[in-house]
């Protein structure tokens, strides 16, 4: 399949065809800025369908609203019709179409001509009413709340919230290319869903003050070590938003690094729920550990050099022992009462990953000291 995207170096444009880029079955042309409309022709060549991103949210002059996206439309369209072949149309609008403002008029106008175009020509169409849209390359400073935030706040940049219980309507970038990929996909084969207006999903529905709380933690996450739930939902998309947005100077950070005559101790990420990262190093014939939980768990792995795992139950005093390198990946997990400890037994710097079930607590670490001493 191959597609015409209009508005291709666009926020949206830039997105949509760097997903393309990396299928097999899709191509795209680009219609940008550079182009002029003679040169539609040419580029309708071999086309099977248009996603037409192209249009303006925020001219000099409210009279660029009509030019920028009901006139560019019927232009557009006209071009299509001109070339004798009746090509499915997916048109980006927005939710200000609903509104009586100039922007939300001409988005409707633009929509209403998209949707003769296809009765006219007894073609498929299908428009999408976006509701803000964010995702990485959104210009900062311009229209989109979250990437004004993002840029600024990754920037130590004071933002402005006028009214921290506003409602906003956010989608996000990825959903907006996936959905037009998708549609493209149906409509050149007939098998779209019926109706000419959709709405990508998931749409998410916050306040303004929740944006931007979530945004200053993803900021504070570096000094505490504590991460957001960034693994799912709006939270990742805000999250691979956030970083998207950091400057490259900014691209690394330090962490605290704990040492004495034993080697280091490195914390690295504690989550709020899943536990913590670590790890530590430990000299040749250094033992680290010595000491059992009640409830909490950790495994170790050993990234470097050889160890020795020494384990004995806290009741029945029953000893276990097993040795690990790091040349065989193997996780060793400690017990709830067994004491355990861990012995450098090679000739060089040993290094051991660390996870832990829970953050350390120091007003009540559930850790206590006991030897486990020698095989008996």
């Keep these: 399949m191959k597609v015409l995207v209009t508005g291709a170096n666009g926020f949206v444009g830039k997105n949509l065809t760097m997903h393309i880029d990396v299928l097999d079955d899709v191509e795209y042309v680009a219609f940008t800025r550079e182009n002029q409309l003679e040169d539609l022709h040419k580029l309708l060549e071999g086309v099977d369908c248009v996603i037409h991103l192209a249009g303006v949210n925020r001219p000099q002059n409210e009279i660029e609203f009509k030019k920028g996206n009901s006139d560019l439309t019927q232009s557009l369209l006209a071009a299509v019709e001109k070339t004798g072949a009746a090509l499915p149309v997916i048109y980006a609008s927005s939710i200000q179409a609903e509104r009586d403002n100039p922007y939300g008029e001409s988005k409707l106008e633009a929509e209403q001509a998209v949707k003769l175009y296809g009765e006219k020509n007894n073609v498929p169409v299908k428009v999408f009413r976006l ?12 229209n989109s709340m979250v990437a004004t935030f993002c840029h600024n706040i990754s920037r130590d940049i004071e933002i402005q919230v006028n009214d921290a219980n506003a409602q906003v309507r956010l989608v996000y970038v990825d959903d907006v290319c996936s959905d037009f990929i998708k ?22 529905s916050k306040t303004v003050g929740e944006v931007a709380n979530a945004l200053h933690a993803f900021k504070d996450s570096r000094k505490t070590l504590i991460s957001e739930r960034v693994g799912d939902g709006f939270i990742r998309k805000l999250y691979a938003t956030y970083m998207s947005y950091l400057p490259k100077e900014s691209f690394s950070y330090q962490v605290p690094k704990y040492g004495d005559e034993r080697g280091v101790f490195v914390e690295m990420l504690k989550t709020k729920d899943s536990g913590q990262f670590s790890f530590f190093t430990a000299h040749p014939g250094i033992t680290r550990g010595g000491h059992y939980h009640h409830t909490k768990n950790e495994k170790f792995l050993v990234i470097k050099g050889k160890a020795h795992f020494g384990f004995r139950h806290m009741v029945t005093g029953e000893y276990h022992e097993l040795f690990t390198d790091g040349d ?10 067994w ?5 450098n037994v090679g000739d060089e710097e040993m290094v051991v990953m660390l996870w832990a079930n829970e953050i350390f607590d120091r007003d009540n670490p559930d850790t206590f000291a006991a030897p486990v001493g020698i095989k008996e």
Excluded: M, R
């Excluded at 004491?339 to 012995?343: A, K, N, R, V």
């Design 131 to 142: 509701a803000n849209v964010f995702g990485k390359w959104c210009k900062p400073n311009y």
């Design 183 to 204: 549609t493209a996909h149906e409509l050149t084969k007939g098998t779209a869903s019926a109706g000419q207006t959709a709405e990508v999903k998931p749409v998410y």
């Design 328 to 337: 065989t990946p193997e996780v060793v997990e400690t017990a709830p009462g």
């Design 339 to 343: 004491s355990h400890d861990i012995t």
